[in-house]
């Protein structure tokens, strides 16, 4: 190993077989148990794989991405946004006191709540900076800050939505939802955002040691910022894909958010403690915490125990994935 | 007796260690030698239950060792000291040093803080470290980390102490601290174990000396036998000369950089001046904490600056945060701590080589990086520094010290600065390496017409390379040495002139 001209060259990758590579890959496991799961529900349910719901799974799967994208812009640098749901219940009481009170269009009402959850994370994002406070504490607070605005201001009612909005979350494109094409979009921007821009690689390296990164001459601070913004903004669009999909817009919306994105990153295989990401595993994780909830309603499971097997479920993946990594260091 | 025999150890990619055998006798102290990645700290490791041996068996005192872990190590008394410090920053000196015996201290379930700090401050006192136990480790410096695990290691009464590279971050005084309590333990029939890469120490306090060259022992003898031209040949399989670099023409060229009255209240010093020329390379000599890395950090804004100028080619300039020192003038900092502010371990070699440059990479125009591009551009530094890893995806976790080391002055060079300030280059680096480091060193100055500022505790290494040299004590600069027949002459006379101006 003492002269290594070979470096320049892409490494080991071309000597190992096709299984084996894919198999080193830390989002083959998301991979197979989506094939699973498929598999099992199908077998199982009647009406798994039929058109209506396929629309109806890669709808909600949409939805689900932009909420774990919501956690997933923080979680990459190794932080947390406990206010992603009261962030998307803002943003959802803004747009629809927009529509239904003042008869706004749907696009400026948009436009309004994108505008409102920028500055949610703008401020979320200069509190972690200046006050060099846990991020966790500051959007737990934000987070009661966010949803008694929301409650306030509506008062507990929901809102109408308008024609153009419910549209989105009622057209198709081919077997799947529009929706879900905003989905597929979110995640190749991911992709390439990560791989291929440095704005990408200088959120990774905040991630993999701060003061290395800061040294480094990346701004840390701008990068934390902005990633909250984005983490907010994400959790906006999540609240208005959600009103789409739902035809109302409710100010409870998010209630359980904090967790579905935690659950979306940690069976997709993001690491918390920041530093990594795979879009495929992302991808794979939104859509196994999906069909895992609509498969096991189609299983007549009781509604009041689903959370069990989603919990079970989600040990299982994080559990199947760390056996795969050490095997995977093993066999490299 | 402890004795290692036909041990073998592989991992993915490298033959760490190959069909070892040494014998380690009681009352003695037993160098281990050997380049960057030679296997010695895996073989340390391996003694103290951290990695299993794929083949082969420790015993000590003739019975067979079957280690899992290091707590069991702990429990037949044989104690490590890391290569790199691990230690809770948040915790106090003396939690540190009884983490793993808490046990020992608690009641009921609750904790003795009284008998904690006075169990501590029996063991500091040995290593001679000076502090009171409740203050917070984040606080101290690397030497005083470093006294603090040794301190720890021994106050789990040990037998067997393996200390990996322990004087890489001390002092020369701290050093003689550590030697004089090194040969009390010998006294007391002690088995220690170190690693080191600084020849003087090894022939002061070794007894014997066994030689490793990628992954297979070469030799081992007393120390009687051993002067440092053979064992330099046993390290790098051939023989090794010193060369004198000669003149650094740059005294009458334009200063490049000055820095005028720069003043800190954090690291308590005022008024500190400098000036560099184009293509010097100036030293700044000086213990650890005595200032010099202090001042850098404090000009670059990366610990807060209360006052000073700073001027480029003359001009006064303003470095509000490093990334201005990097994006718009140029200067590169190679830090004195390459795993906790120098690299990203858990990214690959790759990744780390490029992390400042990834604009060098980007598909002509266009902001994206092309990552056959930025490939090609890490394999390049990566070949230029001989930098040994089994491939560019290897996480920079994995590689041997040293070779963690040339990745943090290789994404430097990647960044293509004009000032390049070189923090401690070669603590922990092998002969070869260190010396091929020098070179490279001298050449971005001699050649590229670079300039350097590099700090260092190393006099030989501030010899060599240096053509100017600030003394730094006591956070204030006490004297400058300069001039060509200054550093014409012998090694020694010199290191004699600045322990005299150091005093
Ligand atoms: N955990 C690990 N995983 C993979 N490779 C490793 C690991 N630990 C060590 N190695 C490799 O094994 C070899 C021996 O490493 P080791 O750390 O023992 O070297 P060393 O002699 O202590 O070097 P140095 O003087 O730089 O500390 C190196 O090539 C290194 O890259
Ligand atoms: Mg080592």
Redesign the interface.
Known sequence: MSKNEKLSSSGNGSKTSLPKRFFLQSYSSAIVAVIILVAVFTIFTDAFLTPFNIFNLSRTAAVYSFIGAAQLILMVIGDMNLGIGGCGALCTVVMGTLMANYGVGTFPSVLAALAVSALCGLVIGLLVVKLNLNPWIITLAMSFIFNGLAIGSSHGYSYEMTEALTWAGRKRVGMFSFLFVLMVVLVVILYIVFRHTKYGRDVLAVGGNRTAARLSGINVNWIVISCNILSCMFACIAAILWASRTGTASPNTGSDWMMYSIAVCAIGGIPLLGGSFTALGFFCGAWILTMVRNGLTMLNVDVYYEQVFLGLIILLAVSVESVRARMAEKMM | MLEVSGVSKSF???KALQDISVQFHDGEIHALLGENGAGKSTLMKIICGIYKADKGTVSLDGKELKLHGYGDAVRHHISMVHQEIQMIPEASIAENIINDKIAQFTKFGFVNWKAINEFALKYMKEVGLDLPPEKKVRFLSAAHKQLIQIAKALSADARVLLLDEPTSSLTLHEADVLFELVRKLKEKGMIIIFVSHKLEEVQVIADRVTVFR?GKLVGSDHIKNMENSRIIKMMIGRDFVYSYRGRLDAGDKDVVLEAKNITSRIHGFKNLSFQVHRGEILGFYGLVGSGRTELIRTMLN?DKCDGGEVFLEGKPVKID???T???KYKIG?V?ENRK????????TVG?NIC??S??KSYYGRI?????KKE??N???F??RL????????TLAGKLSGGNQQKISIA?WLA?DCDILIIDEPTVGVDIGAKEYIHELIWNLAAKEGKTVILISSDMNEMISLARRILIFKDKQITGELSGEEFFAKPGEEISAEIGKSFV
Do not use: C, M, Q, W
Not at chain 2, 340 to 347: A, C, K, N, P, W
Not at chain 2, 386 to 393: A, V
């Open positions: 993915p990619g490298v990628d990366i945060s490093f990334k020192a990097l994006h900092y830090t906790e502010e120098g690299l990203f371990l858990e990214h990744t992390v400042n990834l604009n902001p994206f990086i092309n990552l490939r090609e890490a394999g390049f990566a070949n001989e930098i040994k890893t089994p491939s560019l995806s994404k960044a």
